[in-house]
Nanobody
């Protein structure tokens, strides 16, 4: 299993950024996918999740209405569109999938929201 995130960077408060996670090494369309984030000095937290077919999504309260998770099973890619970004959204963002008792993580991509 390999998960490779991309799309992080520096953005001003109120701006937008889109993250992508390219998956390989497993049957992507069979598994739910998640985005987590970890800010300095804080625990890793679940940001958003999406079911295998993309029919169900869930979000942390802190990002509801601002972030949108989606997936393209043909491209084996999951996305996170982040709008109205706030300084408190600054973190390393990780792509994740859980298969049985195993959890797989990408290497993470840094998102910094600052003026």
């Amino acid at each position: 299993v390999q998960l490779v995130e991309s799309g992080g960077g520096l953005v001003q408060p109120g701006g937008s950024l889109g993250l992508s996670c390219a998956a390989s090494g497993f049957t992507f369309s069979r598994y739910g996918m998640n985005w987590y984030r970890q800010a300095p000095g804080k625990e890793r937290e679940l940001v958003a999740g999406i079911s295998s077919a993309g029919l169900r999504t869930n979000y942390a309260d802190s990002v509801k209405g601002r972030f949108t998770i989606s997936r393209d099973n043909a491209k084996k890619t999951v996305y996170l569109q982040m709008n109205s970004l706030k300084p408190e959204d600054t973190a390393v963002y990780y792509c994740n999938t859980r298969q049985g008792e195993s959890a797989y993580w990408g290497q993470g991509t840094q998102v910094t929201v600052s003026s």
